[in-house]
């Protein structure tokens, strides 16, 4: 099973973790005619699918070690697959509501307000579980990201020509916001502990809660769907076989951040609290995709684009503090 072993390689793999995060969505963007509750079905088969590919490769790199995946996997008692297997389950409800506030509000809204409030959530609980990092330097740059998160929504309002629709995007975001802080904790508790999980492990069974729930929750918002029409299982399979190919890579990406982040939080001087908030940067980089490249500010007044400066810098200062805290104490 490939760990790192110094704090370089995991801070590599908090990097990587953040860009996946923050990048996944694209793929979501890239398919405009494409119903996000269709999309999430190929999604979630990507999650499923990057969750085997990494398990019987790095996973395995020696298999006859008792960490190695298969091994691990057998010995590992039922509380920590349990565990495992119920943060799929409460990661995906956050989840969908993300998927569903990025259709009516966009990347630059629902990536800020829902993710930057599950930093702070995911991180407290993270911390209260394993107690690793400076929690001066942790904490100060989680609330520096508040202070982010509150600019961007500012700078949001500034913009929104449709209240109804804002709001509901908005209220998706929170209650998103909430779920993914509190998914977590369960990853953490089930990489600890006697007859624990590995990573590897833990990501396969994170993504089998995450499969086995989608078939009642995205059926629920396929048939009263956040906006338009309600959708069938029909529509799914005319779709073009584009739209299939994004939702998988979409699903694969964000696979690839998480495990990456499962496996830097089980390197012992790291723990989940830091590299989860890290991991949570993603808020930062879909912001950039959000402003950038997809354009959400065009014809911003110049007050907003001000607020838009000032959370990003405020976002680079608190995960700047949040990565040296495992390393430096006062």
């Known amino acids: ?31 405009k005619s494409w119903r996000f509750e269709l999309f999430y079905w190929d999604y979630v088969w ?37 565990l495992a297997f119920v943060g799929g389950i409460v990661f995906n409800i956050a989840n969908i509501l993300l998927v569903a506030a990025i259709a009516i509000a966009g990347l630059a809204v629902a990536f800020p307000i829902g993710i930057g409030l599950a930093l702070v959530i995911g991180s407290i609980l993270n911390y209260i579980i394993t107690p690793k990092g400076n929690p001066v330097l942790l904490f100060g740059g989680i609330a520096l990201v508040c202070v982010a998160i509150v600019l961007d929504a500012l ?47 833990v990501a396969l069974v994170f993504a089998v809660g995450v499969l086995v729930s989608t078939f009642p929750l995205n059926y629920i918002f396929m048939r009263r769907p956040v906006a338009g029409p309600p959708v069938t299982v029909g529509d799914y399979f ?5 739209f299939h190919l994004w939702g998988v890579l979409g699903g694969m990406i964000w696979g690839v951040g998480t495990i990456s982040n499962f496996v830097a939080s089980y390197v012992q001087m790291v723990g989940p609290a830091t590299s989860y908030a890290l991991g949570q ?43 040296v805290a495992p390393i430096w104490s006062f």
């Not at 390689?9 to 890239?30: D, E, H, P, R, Y």
């Not at 354009?295 to 838009?308: D, I, V």
């Open 1 to 31: 099973m490939f760990i790192p072993q110094i704090y370089l390689v995991a801070l590599f793999m908090m990097i990587l973790s953040m860009l996946c995060w923050g990048s996944w969505a694209n793929t979501q963007k890239l398919c």
């Open 46 to 82: 990507g999650i499923v699918l990057i969750a085997l590919v990494t398990g019987f490769t790095l996973g395995r790199m020696d298999p006859e070690s008792p960490d190695s995946f298969i091994l691990n996997l057998t010995a590992a008692d039922g509380r920590h697959l349990l």
């Open 155 to 201: 700078a949001y309002r500034k913009i929104s020509r449709d209240l109804r629709v804002s709001t509901k995007g908005i209220m998706l975001s929170l209650l998103c916001g909430v779920g993914m802080g509190l998914f977590y904790p369960f990853v953490a508790k089930a990489l600890t502990g006697e007859n624990h999980l590995g990573p590897y492990t």
């Open 238 to 242: 005319q779709g073009a076989g584009r």
């Open 281 to 323: 940067g993603a808020t930062m980089i879909s912001a950039v995709w959000g402003v950038f490249v997809w354009r959400e500010f065009a014809g911003a007044p110049t007050s907003a684009r001000r607020l838009l400066a000032l959370m990003f810098l405020f976002f680079v200062l608190g995960l700047a503090a949040v990565a």
